[in-house]
C-alpha cells in the first residue's frame, strides 16, 4: 500500500469527489477504507481454481480493483459483485468514482484470470482517460503573473 503508484492512482481518484453506495460523500478531509471493488472473500470463492494463486492475488489487489470509501460502504459490500452494490449508484456517481459499466455484469462463475483482467483494463481505459483530461486541463490554463 505504500507503493507511489498505489497513492497516486488513489488520490487522485479521492480527489476527484463524489458519493458511494452507502451515500457517504467521499472528501479527502473524511475517513475512507480501502474497498475491493470485486471483495476478496467474493474472489476467493468464485475465481477458477486451476489458475495460479499467485496471479491472482495480484489481480485481485491490483489498484484498478480498489477505490475508497467510507467505512459504511465498505461493509455494506462485503462479499458481494458489484452488480449487487453498485447498482445503487447512477451511471454518472459511477464514472465519478471511475469504475466503468462493465462491472455491473454479466458475471460468469468461475471467473477466469481473463475475464477479470477485461474488468480490470476497462477500470484503466477510464483512469487513463480522466488523467489525461485532468493534464490538458492544467496545461490550458493561463499561467498567473
Same mark, same amino acid.
Do not use: C
Given at each position: 500500500k ?7 492512482f488513489m488520490?487522485?481518484?479521492?480527489a ?5 453506495w452507502?451515500?457517504?460523500a467521499?472528501s479527502?478531509?473524511a475517513?475512507?477504507e480501502?474497498?475491493h471493488?470485486f471483495?476478496?472473500e467474493w474472489?476467493?470463492s468464485?475465481r ?6 499467485q ?5 485481485r489487489?491490483?489498484?484498478?480493483? *480498489?477505490?475508497?470509501?467510507? %467505512?459504511?460502504?465498505?461493509?455494506d459490500a462485503r462479499a @458481494?459483485?458489484?452488480?449487487n452494490y453498485? /447498482?445503487?449508484l ?10 466503468p ?8 462463475t468461475?471467473?477466469t ?6 474488468f480490470l483494463k476497462? *477500470?484503466?481505459?477510464l483512469? %487513463?482517460?480522466?488523467?489525461i483530461?485532468?493534464?490538458? @486541463? ?5 499561467p /498567473?503573473?
Amino acid at each position: 500500500k505504500a507503493s507511489l503508484i498505489f497513492r497516486t492512482f488513489m488520490a487522485f481518484n479521492l480527489a476527484r469527489g463524489g458519493i458511494d453506495w452507502a451515500g457517504s460523500a467521499r472528501s479527502t478531509a473524511a475517513t475512507q477504507e480501502d474497498h475491493h471493488i470485486f471483495p476478496r472473500e467474493w474472489l476467493l470463492s468464485n475465481r477458477d481454481q486451476s489458475e495460479d494463486k499467485q496471479t491472482w492475488a495480484s489481480l485481485r489487489d491490483s489498484v484498478l480493483n *480498489r477505490v475508497f470509501v467510507s %467505512r459504511e460502504a465498505n461493509l455494506d459490500a462485503r462479499a @458481494q459483485t458489484p452488480p449487487n452494490y453498485l /447498482v445503487k449508484l447512477t451511471a454518472a456517481e459511477r464514472r465519478q468514482l471511475q469504475i466503468p459499466e462493465s462491472f455491473l455484469g454479466p458475471l460468469a462463475t468461475p471467473i477466469t484470470g481473463e475475464a477479470f483482467s477485461a474488468f480490470l483494463k476497462d *477500470r484503466y481505459d477510464l483512469i %487513463r482517460q480522466d488523467f489525461i483530461d485532468y493534464v490538458r @486541463q492544467g496545461l490550458s490554463v493561463s499561467p /498567473v503573473s
